[in-house]
């Protein structure tokens, strides 16, 4: 069988992990690079001149978050399916707008956590009743990042460079693929530590639409590891710590800490005088960026559906912009 082929725009870290996914892949295979730097010695240097040149299967957008909206547009106007690396684009106005555009189009949006086997196997606990209602949710991206991260990229230092919209925006998703929607946020920030005009630590609380609340602790300035990147073993440049989680589920009839998996539920009658029984549940280990890869060649091909789609992406933009108004405003926001 022919190999999908996927052309990659955007030869940074993302970029180039997606490009090494391409190498590895089984059904997809890297058909072009474009970026413009010289370093990055790729054969196109705009994606108007690699769609000119050579019309590919599909489309990685590994590009800039401003450069999301018109490559995607672009990729569209040309019928190629395109995965957009998240966050979909810069602004939420900018996402309604592609959301508009693309309802003809295959499009992936890059939240590779969404297909983590980590992620299925607690969405399977969660949809099989194991906790029995969902009451609440502490989670937290604690973290400390290099004075070498922002001396590479000074706009780190900026508004719009902190954790709330680099890093918060996966971890809306998974709470929302756990918890379901989220329907209203509360937030304080600070920059105490750093002095940097953007934040460097957020407390965040929320109200999901079935009731369930939630808080949420974001740093990029804590030794800790009760991040994702640190507890789930998925991407091994990362320190890996396989007794810290980072997300504990609670609902009426037990709790589930990820990425753990240990699960706790009532040996009896549910009440605080009853013992747990505690267990914890195996699963196979498998790199999300390849397995969105394989994703995204089904989605090219027309096999599949995506499993994150433009409103998906969408919805993550939105709860993060009414986090970052929360905490400038000290409201509560309604996220519509």
């Keep these: 069988m022919r190999k999908t082929r996927i052309a990659v725009v955007g030869a940074g870290t993302i970029g180039r992990a997606h490009i090494d996914a391409l190498r590895a892949s089984r059904t997809c295979e890297l058909a072009a690079v474009v970026d413009p730097a010289p ?5 196109y240097r705009s994606l108007g001149e690699l769609l000119a ?20 547009l672009e990729c569209l106007a040309a019928g190629v ?14 996402g309604e707008q592609l959301l508009r555009e693309a309802r003809h189009g295959r499009v992936l949006v890059g939240h590779h956590r969404a297909h983590s086997p980590i ?36 706009w780190r230092r900026e508004p719009g460079g902190g954790p709330i919209l680099i890093n918060l925006i996966h971890e809306i998703h998974n709470l929302r693929m756990l918890c379901g929607e989220i329907a209203a946020v509360q937030a304080f920030t600070s920059n105490v530590v750093r002095g940097f005009p953007v934040e460097d630590t957020a407390a965040i609380s929320l109200r999901f639409a079935s009731g369930a609340l ?7 300035t804590a030794a800790s590891a009760r991040s994702w990147e640190q507890t789930a073993r998925e991407n091994p440049i990362y320190a890996s710590y396989d007794d810290q989680d980072c997300y504990v589920i609670s609902g009426t009839k037990g709790s589930l800490s990820v990425p753990t998996m240990r699960l706790d539920t009532f040996a009896g009658e549910p009440s605080w005088w009853t013992p747990f029984q505690r267990k ?3 699963l196979d280990r498998a790199d999300p ?7 995204f060649g089904a989605v090219a091909r027309g096999e599949a559906e995506p499993l994150v789609s433009v409103r998906d992406g969408v919805a993550n933009v ?8 929360a905490a400038k405003t000290g409201r509560t926001l309604r996220v519509q």
């Design 119 to 154: 992620m299925a196997e607690a969405r399977r606990v969660i949809e099989n009743g194991k906790l029995g209602r969902l009451v609440s949710v502490v989670g937290s991206a604690l973290f400390y990042k290099p004075d070498t991260y922002f001396d590479e990229a000074p």
């Design 289 to 295: 960026i390849a397995r969105q890869m394989e994703h």
């Design 280 to 282: 914890r549940i195996d």
């Design 214 to 220: 939630g808080t949420f602790l974001l740093s990029d």
């Design 39 to 43: 370093a990055a010695k790729a054969p």
């Design 318 to 325: 939105r709860v993060t912009e009414a986090i970052v108004e």
């Design 81 to 94: 399916p395109v995965l957009i690396e998240k966050p979909v684009t810069a602004t939420l106005a900018e």
């Design 53 to 72: 040149a050579d019309r590919p299967d599909g489309v990685v957008l590994a590009t800039p978050n401003r450069l999301h909206l018109p490559q995607a």
